[in-house]
């Protein structure tokens, strides 16, 4: 996870510098920084490899240091003379990954480094209370007789793992309610006049819906994308290649109507004497309710109810292994590496022994 967030987030700052035009006397410098960044490291490399010295020889030393260091700034001095080489294609492949994309629908490469960085922080927290390194108060275990700790410790972690399960019915309430316009409340049966609650699960049948239509959008402009990445690969213009009549063809191949109304589908089509015109080959969510940029974004958010039913879990199984003696209840295990009882064969309990 943390190697795949660094990737898209690399590969975003690397498309921003090379699709940045830049202009002498002021304005963006960002394309200038970045062509020198990479000429003075690319330089240096070849530089150090062709000069390194095979043995620990002190002048040859000092000679390859210096070669290597004028390397790199030679390179820094370099990188004006290819400063536009370039911004028109990786412009166009930066705009149809952000526009015209499945990353369109997480709200680009920056959208994407962004659901990384909650799945790595949920993630970590996860990894942190399975081992007993979570963020806790212990000053009072420490003031305990040893026989105290694990029932203290176990309503502790049980009151934790309560209000994680109260975190995950809420933020999956709010975001049915918030990004899926899930109803709150309904006419009351007895009492059209009156309102009341509608159900979780009916909020949830909403939100299962809702998202088996994301996914159709999803599948759909996969689907786009396999036509458009060969185009934009040799330079193409995104939004140039796809004509009207291979639009409506496309829109017309698909089981749109299992997801949505045929009206609102029909609504999306181009018309039929002009099939030359040009259309950007990216998914519009038929009815116009819902824009199709960021679409996905509220399906990703339940990653933020599934992390605290992750640590809610944790915290359970914690408590089954402190009672059944397969983990120390010690203010200062935190500190250590690993404190289950697999490297602390003395503290097993007597039945473990027996079987080991």
Sequence with gaps: MLLAEIGALCFWIALKGLSSEYTPGGGDVSGLVFRSLITAIALGLVVHKATKPAGAMTDKADRHAIFVTVAVFLGFALGRAWVSVGVEYFSNLLNWLQNASLLMLVGGLRGLGTRFTLWLALLGASIATAKGKHINVDVVMRFLHPKMRVPVAVLGWIAASVMCFAGVVGFADHIAIESFKAPATQPCPEDPNKDCDVSFGQKLGVVTREVG????????????????????????????????????????????????????????????????????????????????????????????????????????????????????????????????????PELRPAAAKGAS
């Design 213 to 344: 239509n994301d996914s159709f959008l999803i599948g759909r402009q996969l689907s786009l994308d396999l036509k458009s990445f060969p185009r934009v690969l040799v330079g193409t213009k995104y939004d140039g290649w796809m004509k009207a009549s291979e639009w409506n063809a496309w829109l017309r191949d698909g089981n749109w109507g299992a997801h949505f109304k045929e009206d609102d589908v029909a609504n999306l089509l181009l018309p039929e004497d002009q099939p030359d015109a040009r259309r950007s080959p990216a998914v519009n969510v038929p009815g116009g309710m819902e824009q199709a940029r960021g679409l996905v974004i509220r399906d990703l958010n339940f990653v933020f109810p599934f992390g605290l039913l992750m640590i809610a879990l944790r915290f359970i199984l914690r408590s089954l292994l402190a009672l059944s003696g397969y983990v120390r209840v010690d203010p200062d295990a935190a500190h250590e590496e690993e404190e289950v009882e697999e490297n602390h």
